[in-house]
């Protein structure tokens, strides 16, 4: 597990089962990748995010191009994706950056 710059756990194929799918609340993940514009937009939101929520939500990053299996197993196509997970289970789906206010609206049903 490595921290990224933002201050965000890294997760990787070897670990998400581990770190996401068998977190005891809910996971936010953030499908990124290096070449993308609106991930590096989003990044300093979520890692507010996950300031703010600590202990009620769980925020982590995956970069899909080094972790293909995670990102094929989900079906995701477009960065940044922010999928939350429940129980191991994908609950939200969200694609694109968005403003910090709107994302908590966004999420507030599944925390």
Not at 21 to 39: I, K, N, S, Y
Not at 75 to 96: C, D, H, I, N, Q
Request: overall charge negative.
């Amino acid at each position: 597990m490595t921290t990224h710059t933002e201050g965000l756990t890294e997760v990787t194929d070897a670990t998400f089962a581990e770190e996401v799918l068998r977190a005891d609340g809910p996971v936010l993940v953030e499908f990124t990748a290096d070449w993308c514009g609106p991930c590096r937009q989003i990044a300093p939101v979520l890692a507010e995010v996950a300031r703010e929520e600590e202990g009620r939500l769980k925020v982590v990053l995956i970069d899909v191009d080094r972790n293909p299996q995670t990102q094929s197993a989900y079906g995701v196509l477009s960065m940044p994706t922010l999928m939350v997970f429940r129980a191991g289970e994908p609950v939200k789906s969200l694609v694109g950056a968005r403003p910090k206010r709107r994302l908590l609206q966004e999420l507030a049903d599944v925390l």
